[in-house]
């Protein structure tokens, strides 16, 4: 994963955040934008939970499917809106993002030898 730490902390935090605003009602299914899927919390969730265990964080947070599906009522809202469509999510997008404001996930990036599919710049690439 490419995240850095101050990265994959705060999306693994984003999670947590987004399923409290849901459960309060602050942020209605249908009408959010945003970096997160609510069909792909749980299991997205779990690989950032992965990869924080093993670069030895904590993680004393758990956030069950059934929190999703269930307490919040996904099932309930899709039978009453079924046309219903989450917002895509660019995920090349995002990583570029990152690679152009965060020297600690470009770092990564670098020593994963990761590649994009759409080539960098000569301008971004000066900057690595
Ligand atoms: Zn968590
Ligand atoms: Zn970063």
Redesign the pocket.
């Known amino acids: 994963m490419i995240?850095?730490r101050?990265?994959l902390l705060g999306e693994h935090y984003e999670h947590h955040m987004f399923v409290g605003s849901l459960r309060s009602g602050r942020i209605k299914f249908g009408h959010y934008a945003g970096m997160l899927r609510i069909r792909e919390l749980s299991s997205r969730h779990g690989e950032l939970v992965a990869e924080m265990l093993a670069r030895g964080y904590n993680h004393t947070t758990p956030l069950r499917h059934i929190d999703v599906i269930e307490v919040l009522g996904l099932e309930a809202y899709l039978e009453s809106d079924p046309d219903w469509v989450e917002p895509e999510i660019d995920v090349k997008e995002n990583e570029r993002e990152?690679w152009r404001?965060?020297v600690?996930?470009r770092t990564r990036m670098v020593e994963l030898g990761y590649r994009f599919p759409i080539p960098f710049t000569e301008e971004e690439l000066k900057n690595v």
């Open positions: 995240l850095c101050q990265h990152l404001r965060c600690s996930c």
